[in-house]
């Protein structure tokens, strides 16, 4: 597994921009991955897409064939100052550890200028793990709570 540092990401722009030019936080050849990882041309875009997993390229098809979406921004990082504040607040432990940048699956932009934010599990059944919900819960907090956007 290829490890980038967080300077290094930021640097290069990941997790900026958006339509052609965004950068995803993630990228494919990154990750160790169980499921299937996938790199789809975007055809409303042109911009290759980072997609960590069969159930986030079935969603990223779903979303994309959406014609009153304006963009998909995947594997899109969060304010690591606001995940830990978060992680503190609720005596959650920060996922990996303290310098490791939370992401979501998908941020959305609609024509109409309305924003969501999407999560993509492989199966109802991690949703029994009780870490899988905290991450969650500090993913949720994150956009409604501080970014105003419903996830």
Same mark, same amino acid.
């Not at 997790?15 to 494919?28: C, D, E, F, M, V």
């Not at 996922?95 to 599990?121: A, C, I, L, Q």
């Given at each position: 597994?290829?490890?980038?540092?967080?300077?290094?990401?930021?640097?290069?722009?990941?997790?900026?921009?958006?339509?052609?030019?965004y950068?995803p936080w993630?990228?494919?050849?990154e990750?160790s991955s169980?499921?299937t990882?996938?790199?789809p041309?975007?055809?409303k875009?042109g911009?290759t897409?980072?997609?960590?997993?069969?159930g986030?390229a079935?969603y990223? *098809?779903?979303l994309r064939?959406?014609?009153e979406?304006?963009?998909?921004?995947?594997?899109?990082?969060?304010?690591?100052?606001?995940?830990?504040?978060?992680?503190?607040?609720?005596?959650?432990? *920060?996922?990996r550890?303290? *310098?490791?940048y939370?992401?979501?699956?998908?941020y959305?932009t609609y024509?109409?200028g309305?924003?969501?934010?999407?999560?993509?599990?492989?199966?109802?059944?991690?949703?029994?793990?009780?870490?899988?919900?905290?991450?969650?819960a500090v993913?949720?907090?994150?956009?409604e709570?501080?970014?105003?956007?419903p996830f």
């Amino acid at each position: 597994m290829l490890s980038i540092k967080n300077d290094t990401k930021i640097n290069e722009g990941r997790g900026k921009g958006s339509g052609a030019s965004y950068l995803p936080w993630i990228q494919t050849r990154e990750i160790s991955s169980v499921g299937t990882c996938s790199n789809p041309k975007d055809w409303k875009t042109g911009r290759t897409v980072e997609l960590l997993s069969q159930g986030e390229a079935y969603y990223w *098809h779903i979303l994309r064939w959406n014609d009153e979406i304006e963009d998909i921004r995947e594997q899109y990082p969060l304010d690591l100052e606001t995940t830990l504040e978060i992680c503190d607040d609720y005596n959650v432990k *920060h996922p990996r550890n303290r *310098h490791t940048y939370m992401t979501s699956d998908f941020y959305v932009t609609y024509k109409d200028g309305k924003e969501k934010v999407f999560s993509v599990k492989p199966s109802r059944n991690v949703l029994k793990k009780k870490r899988a919900k905290e991450k969650l819960a500090v993913e949720k907090v994150y956009w409604e709570k501080f970014r105003h956007v419903p996830f």
